[in-house]
Each structure stands twice: as C-alpha cells, then as structure tokens.
C-alpha cells in the first residue's frame, strides 16, 4: 500500500531539514513519496536527491512557501500518485528533476 510520507521544516534551522529528510528516505517503500514542506527553496538538497537515486518536484505550495515531494528514481507508481495531488491543488511547479 502507497504512503505519503510528511515532514513539515518550517519552523527548522539548517541542517536538522536536510538531515530528516535524509533519514525519512531511508523508511520509503515502492509507492511511497516523502512531502516536504520548508519557507524556503532546500537547494542543498537537490544534489543529495540525485546522488541517492530519488526524484522530486518542487512546487509553490499554498500554505506555506514551498512543497517537494520526493520518491524513488524510477518508481512510476509513486511518480503517478505525486503528479496527481500536484494536478488536483493545482500546484505550480517550480523545478523538478524529471527535466
């Protein structure tokens, strides 16, 4: 069963973001995709995403300043369920690592 896996940084210094993000990765499964919610863009993260093997989509979120949801590189199951909730609030998509 597919879970979506949420960590809510807004109110975190660095690094304590990057590093549960980091270690909430580790708990992922087939179907399953991390929510990362942070008041800034996490760049530092990005390079460690890729290196790791997950993919992400950063979007402008609505109730706090930016939303990424992450899954396994190559998990079409998770990939689908994260590009629907994008679709369905209508979120823009600030940058991703599907380009």
């Not at 210094?13 to 919610?37: C, H, V």
């Not at 790791?52 to 979120?61: M, R, W």
């Not at 109730?63 to 979120?91: C, P, R």
Request: proline share 4%.
């Amino acid at each position: 069963m597919q879970k979506e896996f949420s960590l809510d940084a807004t109110q975190m210094e660095a690094p304590e973001p990057l590093m549960l993000t980091l270690e909430m990765l580790e708990d992922l499964g087939q179907g399953d995709y991390l929510r990362f919610r942070h008041r800034r863009e996490p760049l530092p993260l990005y390079d460690n995403l890729h290196q790791a093997g997950f993919s992400f989509i950063t979007c402008i979120g609505d109730e706090v300043e930016f939303e990424v949801f992450i899954w396994h590189e190559g998990d079409d199951k998770a990939q689908s369920i994260v590009e629907d909730k994008i679709n369905a609030n209508k979120f823009a998509i600030l940058t991703s690592s599907l380009n």
